[in-house]
Nanobody, 124 residues
Framework: QVQLVESGGGLVQAGCSLRLSCVLS????????VAWFRQAPEKEREFVAA????????EYGDSVKVRFFISRDHAKNTVYLQMSSLKPKDTAIYYC?????????????????WGQGTQVTVST
């Protein structure tokens, strides 16, 4: 069983940056693929980014490419989502998820473990 805890959300103005963190409680952190998803009110959950065991292989949703950057720190069992040039449409609850599969996926159904989420609100 893996527990994920997100932090770093908050209220920011458009154009600003924010960094989210996701800590995984597991002794086998390096074996999991980790992703970020987000869900805005009355919208479906949307894939944001995913990262494989190394920091080399990553994947991003079209709406966040170039602006967002995912990375992981194996010493801290933590995955980060650096968000830049934030826009009001980025407002959502951001969830961290982990998968024991060997491939990156943008489908929420491929992820076995989920955090509780952290709210990000971007004002105009």
């Amino acid at each position: 069983q893996v527990q994920l805890v997100e932090s770093g959300g908050g209220l920011v103005q458009a154009g600003c940056s924010l960094r989210l963190s996701c800590v995984l409680s597991t002794r086998t952190f390096s074996t999991y693929i980790v992703a970020w998803f987000r869900q805005a009110p009355e919208k479906e959950r949307e894939f944001v980014a995913a990262i494989k065991r190394s920091n080399v292989y990553t994947e991003y949703g079209d709406s966040v490419k170039v602006r967002f950057f995912i990375s992981r720190d194996h010493a801290k069992n933590t995955v980060y989502l650096q968000m830049s040039s934030l826009k009001p449409k980025d407002t959502a609850i951001y969830y961290c998820a982990a998968s024991s599969r060997t491939y990156l996926s943008s489908s929420a159904y491929e992820y076995d473990y989920w955090g509780q989420g952290t709210q990000v609100t971007v004002s105009t």
